[in-house]
């Protein structure tokens, strides 16, 4: 039995565990809802190839809240948990991989998973999970026992009801109706600074909006029920991302701003409004941390080339679209590259890296289950063991990009209903159906889409697959504007062979990979016996092909015609000549006669000359020494 399997045996003797990455990812079907105390389950769990550390889930699952202080970046944290000491009271304490520090605490109800209540400082309760010792990098700074979430703490949780207050201004923690404007602000730019400290460059607009947006409007109470009438909507909002953002790449000199959550007592603020509270952050900006690298070519060459999921095709943390005429077997393809990499095995002989796979079946749920229940019957897995999420209800993915969004929403779906887990794949099949009410030739609408994928894409540092369709001339590529095919990396068209069910997936566009070789499938039925009513089921599965198949011959109608009479006279043995050589044939002369009686328009001797070249060039038929015979080819 392993070390970390042991710690785990150890850590769930008091609380539920479940395993993550070395990133502090859960690395389990389910995330930390997955969590137990089950010594058999865990050892299954923490078998895992990629557990490196032991999570517990926070909240009402585990009894605990956590108080998160981070000290990365400069002192911040540091200066949080010194003032506010006194109050953190004498808790169990552990100290985390950056030197931080977490505060173990009774669970409180109404005490959710919140970031950045003050710079460098996180809530971890309802919804999020710590890591916790002995795993590596982590270690019990005392022995005490837990004590209840403390008080001071609870009004910085917005799930938690602020105290009643007959004033019409409310302080920062409960709910604002004046002084909206300063809560914005500072909102913004906290927000933003929490960003920059953590990725080391500005947010995007689409960031700030999804994840910044609904914070406030669950703090900012209307007057009227329009928050955008009174001047306090989401324009105001994106005015002041992109006033802030300018002025911060503009590198105005420091000025120190307190946090939105500072020591009350401290700051002598009792009884102030929050104008008061808050010092002018808009025109007192501190200087951007971000700069410019210059790499010579010597650091260019070292630079890991991009790593595929589905190799060589589908790139990493990419956008990909997969797109063929209808009934080109284009969403058995995209299934059959999720399931691959859901369930971690190769796809017709190569390599998968595997991973949890979202799949938007925005055409519906029947169509999916039947295909997924044909591949895995075909590959003779268990469905159940792949963590293989899909969604079927209609989504729009040319939304604005507000808090209460299709796109705001899914994410939203996906970190909940998956807890904390990243998906390596999500799929949108089909991109017209995420399209509805939209135009597909607009540059604008298009525009919205690949942000909103963007916005996907990053949120979760995973590779977008979109599925779509042909234009109506298939040679000018896929249908739409062509601001989707300037934005993806990687541009797939999978064309179905006229007659048969054979298809060919080709590569269209690499953006920074060599372009894959040429692939051959085709489609074979799979039938079985519904167990629930007994009918028959049946659905297709793609099947790789050892080689391309040989082009179809086409041939006219009036090479047809000259041919059959030359097989008809070969095959009465009448005319049979036999040249010097002693090769065996029928008279070029003779069959020439019998082919113009049939067909008149070949009596031209040009044109019968440029008639049988072309039957000879395409080794229809061989002419020697006078004597023209069928070929053997």
């Given at each position: 039995?392993?070390?970390?399997?042991?710690?785990?045996?150890?850590?769930?003797?008091?609380?539920?565990?479940?395993?993550?990455?070395?990133?502090?990812?859960?690395?389990?079907?389910?995330?930390?809802?997955?969590?137990?105390?089950?010594?058999?389950?865990?050892?299954?769990?923490?078998?895992?190839?990629?557990?490196?550390?032991?999570?517990?889930?926070?909240?009402?699952?585990?009894?605990?809240?956590?108080?998160?202080?981070?000290?990365?970046?400069?002192?911040?944290?540091?200066?949080?948990?010194?003032?506010?000491?006194?109050?953190?009271?004498?808790?169990?304490?552990?100290?985390?991989?950056?030197?931080?520090?977490?505060?173990?605490?009774?669970?409180?109800?109404?005490?959710?998973?919140?970031?950045?209540?003050?710079?460098?400082?996180?809530?971890?309760?309802?919804?999020?999970?710590?890591?916790?010792?002995?795993?590596?990098?982590?270690?019990?700074?005392?022995?005490?026992?837990?004590?209840?979430?403390?008080?001071?703490?609870?009004?910085?949780?917005?799930?938690?009801?602020?105290?009643?207050?007959?004033?019409?201004?409310?302080?920062?923690?409960?709910?604002?109706?004046?002084?909206?404007?300063?809560?914005?602000?500072?909102?913004?730019?906290?927000?933003?600074?929490?960003?920059?400290?953590?990725?080391?460059?500005?947010?995007?607009?689409?960031?700030?909006?999804?994840?910044?947006?609904?914070?406030?409007?669950?703090?900012?109470?209307?007057?009227?029920?329009?928050?955008?009438?009174?001047?306090?909507?989401?324009?105001?909002?994106?005015?002041?991302?992109?006033?802030?953002?300018?002025?911060?790449?503009?590198?105005?000199?420091?000025?120190k701003v307190r946090g939105e959550f500072d020591d009350?007592?401290?700051?002598?603020?009792?009884?102030?409004?929050?104008?008061?509270?808050?010092?002018?952050?808009?025109?007192?900006?501190?200087?951007?941390?971000?700069?410019?690298?210059?790499?010579?070519?010597?650091?260019?060459?070292?630079?890991?080339?991009?790593?595929?999921?589905?190799?060589?095709?589908?790139?990493?943390?990419?956008?990909?679209?997969?797109?063929?005429?209808?009934?080109?077997?284009?969403?058995?393809?995209?299934?059959?590259?999720?399931?691959?990499?859901?369930?971690?095995?190769?796809?017709?002989?190569?390599?998968?890296?595997?991973?949890?796979?979202?799949?938007?079946?925005?055409?519906?749920?029947?169509?999916?289950?039947?295909?997924?229940?044909?591949?895995?019957?075909?590959?003779?897995?268990?469905?159940?063991?792949?963590?293989?999420?899909?969604?079927?209800?209609?989504?729009?993915?040319?939304?604005?990009?507000?808090?209460?969004?299709?796109?705001?929403?899914?994410?939203?779906?996906?970190?909940?209903?998956?807890?904390?887990?990243?998906p390596k794949l999500i799929v949108i099949d089909t991109?017209?159906?995420?399209?509805?009410?939209?135009?597909?030739?607009?540059?604008?609408?298009?525009?919205?889409?690949?942000?909103?994928?963007?916005?996907?894409?990053?949120?979760?540092?995973?590779?977008?697959?979109?599925?779509?369709?042909?234009?109506?001339?298939?040679?000018?590529?896929?249908?739409?504007?062509?601001?989707?095919?300037?934005?993806?990396?990687?541009?797939?068209?999978?064309?179905?062979?006229?007659?048969?069910?054979?298809?060919?997936?080709?590569?269209?566009?690499?953006?920074?990979?060599?372009?894959?070789?040429?692939?051959?499938?085709?489609?074979?039925?799979?039938?079985?016996?519904?167990?629930?009513?007994?009918?028959?089921?049946?659905?297709?599965?793609?099947?790789?092909?050892?080689?391309?198949?040989?082009?179809?011959?086409?041939?006219?109608?009036?090479?047809?015609?000259?041919?059959?009479?030359?097989?008809?006279?070969?095959?009465?043995?009448?005319?049979?000549?036999?040249?010097y050589q002693g090769n065996y044939g029928i008279s070029?002369?003779?069959?020439?006669?019998?082919?113009?009686?049939?067909?008149?328009?070949?009596?031209?001797?040009?044109?019968?000359?440029?008639?049988?070249?072309?039957?000879?060039?395409?080794?229809?038929?061989?002419?020697?020494?006078?004597?023209?015979?069928?070929?053997?080819?």
């Open positions: 039995m392993s070390d970390l399997i042991n710690i785990a045996l150890e850590v769930a003797e008091n609380y539920p565990v479940f395993p993550c990455n070395s990133k502090k990812q859960p690395v389990c079907n389910g995330g930390f809802k997955a969590a137990t105390q089950d010594p058999d389950q865990i050892e299954v769990l923490f078998n895992s190839p990629n557990a490196a550390l032991v999570g517990v889930p926070t909240g009402e699952i585990s009894g605990m809240s956590v108080i998160d202080i981070d000290v990365r970046d400069g002192k911040q944290g540091e200066e949080w948990m010194h003032r506010n000491r006194s109050k953190l009271g004498t808790t169990k304490v552990a100290v985390t991989q950056s030197g931080g520090w977490h505060f173990y605490y009774k669970h409180r109800d109404g005490i959710r998973n919140k970031a950045g209540i003050a710079m460098c400082v996180d809530i971890r309760g309802d919804g999020g999970y710590v890591i916790v010792p002995p795993s590596e990098g982590y270690s019990w700074l005392n022995d005490e026992e837990l004590l209840p979430y403390p008080d001071f703490m609870v009004q910085e949780n917005s799930e938690v009801s602020a105290p009643n207050s007959t004033s019409k201004i409310h302080d920062a923690f409960g709910s604002i109706v004046d002084g909206r404007e300063k809560y914005m602000s500072d909102l913004v730019y906290a927000s933003i600074l929490d960003f920059r400290r953590e990725n080391a460059t500005l947010p995007s607009e689409e960031w700030m909006v999804t994840n910044v947006w609904p914070t406030y409007t669950l703090k900012v109470k209307s007057r009227t029920g329009d928050l955008e009438n009174e001047d306090r909507g989401i324009t105001m909002f994106m005015k002041k991302i992109r006033s802030t953002i300018g002025k911060l790449k503009r590198e105005q000199p420091a000025k009350p007592e401290e700051d002598e603020v009792q009884g102030k409004n929050i104008e008061e509270v808050f010092t002018p952050i808009v025109n007192e900006l501190p200087p951007s941390i971000r700069r410019i690298v210059l790499r010579n070519l010597a650091e260019l060459r070292a630079a890991p080339p991009p790593s595929f999921i589905v190799a060589p095709y589908l790139v990493d943390k990419s956008f990909a679209v997969l797109f063929g005429a209808p009934a080109s077997y284009k969403s058995f393809l995209a299934l059959d590259w999720a399931l691959s990499i859901a369930h971690g095995i190769d796809w017709n002989g190569r390599a998968v890296e595997q991973g949890t796979v979202v799949y938007l079946a925005l055409e519906g749920q029947s169509g999916i289950a039947s295909r997924a229940e044909a591949w895995h019957r075909e590959m003779n897995l268990n469905e159940t063991n792949a963590p293989f999420y899909a969604v079927t209800v209609p989504l729009s993915m040319v939304d604005e990009l507000t808090g209460d969004s299709d796109t705001s929403l899914l994410i939203e779906a996906i970190h909940e209903d998956l807890g904390g887990v990243v991109l017209a159906r995420s399209f509805v009410g939209k135009d597909e030739n607009s540059a604008t609408d298009m525009g919205l889409f690949v942000r909103n994928v963007d916005t996907i894409k990053e949120r979760f540092d995973c590779t977008v697959l979109a599925v779509h369709h042909s234009g109506k001339d298939s040679d000018k590529g896929m249908r739409g504007s062509s601001a989707l095919r300037g934005a993806v990396d990687s541009e797939f068209e999978i064309v179905r062979r006229k007659d048969t069910q054979q298809v060919a997936l080709h590569v269209r566009k690499q953006k920074d990979t060599e372009e894959a070789e040429e692939l051959w499938m085709e489609a074979k039925e799979i039938t079985w016996i519904d167990g629930s009513f007994g009918a028959e089921r049946s659905s297709l599965i793609l099947d790789p092909m050892d080689a391309a198949p040989k082009k179809a011959i086409v041939i006219s109608v009036d090479q047809q015609i000259a041919l059959d009479i030359l097989g008809n006279m070969l095959e009465s043995k009448i005319n049979i000549e036999k040249d070029e002369n003779l069959w020439r006669e019998a082919v113009c009686e049939s067909l008149p328009n070949l009596e031209n001797s040009k044109t019968w000359y440029n008639f049988k070249n072309r039957l000879v060039n395409r080794k229809f038929i061989i002419v020697l020494n006078g004597l023209v015979a069928k070929a053997n080819v």
